[in-house]
């Protein structure tokens, strides 16, 4: 006699979160087991076709997840947390530099001649569309980039930012023929010196330094707007745990500053808006951050919560995160736990992107 269908069973393996049936695939390594998983169910059997067809990282499951892009030349990597590496060439790409990402749109900037003007343009890697902006001249040499909106709307704002002994400030708004550069002087008592793209925030551009200060802005009114606040959190030695890099994030209209040392230490902040002071965080609770030179992020995580992924490799192939619960380093897949860095290869030249 034929046993029942129950189906209630059947609607909990169908509605299995995406991130479990990722999680599933890294240990999938014989085409038998990978078809005998698109027969569980209808839902499954399109997942599973769509991953093993696209050209792209676009699958049900891969669309929930960042995916880290590194270059190569013409050729880009992109890392998933979870599983696999994907391959793709992009012509438009190959003599460019990415200097940010979001909402699945790339700020991308050419021109490799410094005494040449760089032209800089929007790029959307899964459509190929681009959006030239006014070319930046030579002299305008801004080291950190951040937008606000999807270019394809009419009210997005770009803005590129330098510190040497004063702090320049280039903003492009949607109509604009030219960028409008500030320049502006800095006290003696300061020494700003930017170290992370621009975060935009109520109307305003958060920009850290490498010591821990912010830089604040109104794109609108750069110069009767700019002000510097924080409290210094580093301060700049020779040493072991003297600072590799720093980053900023927004998490619930609150800013976060990520500390990584030299021997790989990994410290949290949060910034105080009435008293522009750093608390130290312990825990994010349900929360993945994500870090790059290019582009930095905050999600809801599902299956992994209270972690940290830098653009860092494991075996020149696994991406790595930091875990707060355990103070060290691991990656999905393989089976370690580290409290540094030094054999794993880091991406300075990556961004991540999330195909939208």
Not at 152 to 163: L, M, P, Q
Not at 310 to 325: C, G, H, I, R, W
């Amino acid at each position: 006699m034929a046993e029942a269908f129950d189906e209630e069973l059947y609607d909990l393996w169908a509605n299995l979160p995406s991130e479990i049936l990722s999680l599933i695939q890294t240990y999938i390594t014989r085409e038998r087991d990978y078809n005998i998983l698109r027969f569980i169910c209808k839902s499954w059997r399109c997942i599973f076709v769509l991953h093993r067809q696209s050209p792209f990282p676009i699958d049900r499951f891969g669309l929930r997840s960042p995916l880290l892009m590194s270059s190569q030349g013409s050729r880009y990597n992109f890392f998933h947390p979870l599983h696999h590496t994907y391959y793709m060439q992009f012509p438009e790409l190959s003599d460019e530099k990415i200097v940010y990402s979001k909402d699945g749109w790339l700020l991308v900037k050419s021109g490799i001649v410094h005494m040449e003007d760089k032209q800089i343009f929007f790029f959307n890697p899964l459509t190929k569309m681009r959006i030239d902006l006014p070319d930046l001249t030579y002299y305008h040499r801004f080291a950190k980039f951040s937008f606000s909106g999807l270019p394809t709307s009419n009210d997005y704002v770009v803005v590129g930012i330098a510190s040497t002994l004063w702090v320049e400030i280039g903003v492009i708004k949607f109509g604009m023929d030219n960028w409008q550069v500030d320049e502006i002087s800095l006290e003696e008592r300061y020494s700003y010196h930017v170290s992370s793209n621009p975060v935009f925030m109520d109307g305003c551009c958060y920009c850290l330094d490498v010591n821990g200060k912010v830089g604040i802005f109104d794109p609108n009114d750069v110069i009767n707007s700019w002000k510097i606040v924080g409290n210094t959190l580093w301060r700049p030695r020779w040493s072991r745990d003297s600072l590799f890099q720093n980053f900023m994030v927004e998490s619930d209209e609150a800013l976060l500053a990520i500390f990584l040392t030299n021997d790989g230490r990994v410290y949290v902040y949060k910034l105080d808006q009435l008293k522009f002071d750093w608390i130290k965080v312990e825990d994010l609770d349900e929360k993945v951050i994500y870090l790059s030179n290019a582009s930095s992020w905050v999600e809801k995580g599902i299956i992994s919560k209270n972690k940290i992924y830098f653009p860092l490799l494991y075996d020149d192939k696994a991406l790595v995160f930091y875990s707060l619960n355990t103070r060290r380093y691991h990656s999905n897949g393989y089976d370690f736990s580290r409290n540094n860095f030094y054999d794993m290869k880091y991406l300075p030249h990556s961004s991540w992107i999330k195909i939208m």
